[in-house]
């Protein structure tokens, strides 16, 4: 095992999730653009994606995930040290979405806050637990991610608003002993691809007036083809790296999880690593692009479909890729 461990160990113990209960199919699809539900099942394998109602903000989302993963790991919202919230689409620029969820849960003893890694914000979140709790700092910890890519979304460009849906996953990390838990972990950063996918609308540089409105400069802005080259590698990269530093390969992995974008791109990395299919676990055909939000509501739904599926010892990796350019990886024994 690598040198980077603590004293402490940390480990996920209770997983949740939400997605709301509006769908949107291709055949809604194909009404509102020029596409086909035979193009988007075999460019993305995306076949339906949740939308969130009017009323609802990420951080409602947030809370029904939250509730359930504190339950499954028995914690109490008080009992929480820290909030940390990966989101794109906050409920407004400040104070973070964290803070109103804090207030939501009753988590009195957290300190509460947002981190911006686009569809990478969930693994970065839990790096940071993990380095928390390790070092001493905490001990239970909420990592959200979160994302209500409805409400970014140019519903006229065809080459994005199929691919993006809404939704929460969260999981309570605690301290445990060493060598149990969290094996490793892998953060990466490239901002000199910054302009492949990112909202120019609504920030410092380019607040929103009538002018940018006009330019649709409150939608994400995606090169779709020019991400994909990138994702593939950045994803293998993080596996690899995440399982050599706790000296292990890809065939001793039992499930990989990974940031669900595009079905080509996952089953790239399945190749690259040379997995087999039942090691991987895919949902975008029912949830599309959920961004920092895939990979808890993968998991999430992995658990929740049957308790005995992931066992206690079983190895898993989550891997993520996102805009910024952001990827990372989080290996960890049930
Ligand atoms: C977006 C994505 C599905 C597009 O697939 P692609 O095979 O790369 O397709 P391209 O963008 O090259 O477009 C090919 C053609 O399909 C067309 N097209 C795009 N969207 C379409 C749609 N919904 N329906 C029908 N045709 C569509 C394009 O206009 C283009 O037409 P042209 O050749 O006449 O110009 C794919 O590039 C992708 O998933 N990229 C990565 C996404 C990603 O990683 N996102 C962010 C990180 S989380």
Not at 205 to 213: D, G, K, V
């Amino acid at each position: 095992m690598s040198g980077e461990r603590f004293l402490k160990g940390a480990k996920i113990t209770g997983v949740g999730y939400y997605v709301p209960e509006k769908i949107l199919t291709n055949a809604d699809f194909e009404k509102m653009v020029d596409t086909s539900d035979e193009w988007i099942v075999e460019r993305s394998g995306i076949r339906e994606r949740h939308i969130a109602r009017d009323d609802q903000a990420a951080s409602d989302l947030s809370y029904e995930a939250s509730i359930k993963a504190l339950e499954d790991a028995g914690v109490k919202a008080e009992e929480l040290d820290q909030i940390i919230l990966g989101t794109a689409t906050s409920d407004m620029i400040f104070p973070s979405t964290a803070c109103l969820l804090q207030e939501m849960l009753g988590a009195k003893n957290a300190a509460a806050y947002d981190l911006t890694a686009a569809c990478s914000g969930f693994i970065f979140g839990l790096s940071i637990a993990d380095s928390m709790i390790s070092s001493g700092k905490a001990k239970k910890i909420l990592v959200v991610g979160v994302e209500i890519l409805s409400r970014i979304t140019d519903y006229t460009d065809r080459a994005t608003c199929v691919l993006f849906g809404d939704g929460a996953g969260a999981m309570v990390v605690e301290e445990c002993p060493p060598g149990e838990g969290i094996l490793s972990t892998f953060i990466k950063t490239d901002g000199k691809y910054s302009d492949l996918l990112y909202l120019p609308g609504g920030g410092s540089r380019s607040p929103l007036t009538e002018e940018t409105l006009k330019k649709g400069e409150q939608y994400l802005h995606m090169r779709g083809s020019e991400l994909f080259k990138y994702a593939v590698k950045a994803m293998v990269q993080a596996a690899k790296e995440t399982l050599d530093k706790a000296g292990l390969g890809p065939e001793d992995v039992d499930f990989l999880v990974p940031h669900q974008a595009n079905i080509r791109i996952i089953e790239g990395v399945r190749k690259r690593l040379k997995l087999k299919k039942e090691q991987l676990v895919i949902n975008i055909d029912r949830v599309g692009n959920t961004s920092t939000a895939s990979i808890p509501i993968a998991f999430g739904e992995l658990v929740e479909s049957d308790k005995k599926i992931v066992k206690k010892g079983d190895l898993v990796l989550f891997v993520a890729f996102g805009g910024g350019l952001t990827w990372g990886a989080i290996l960890f024994r049930r």
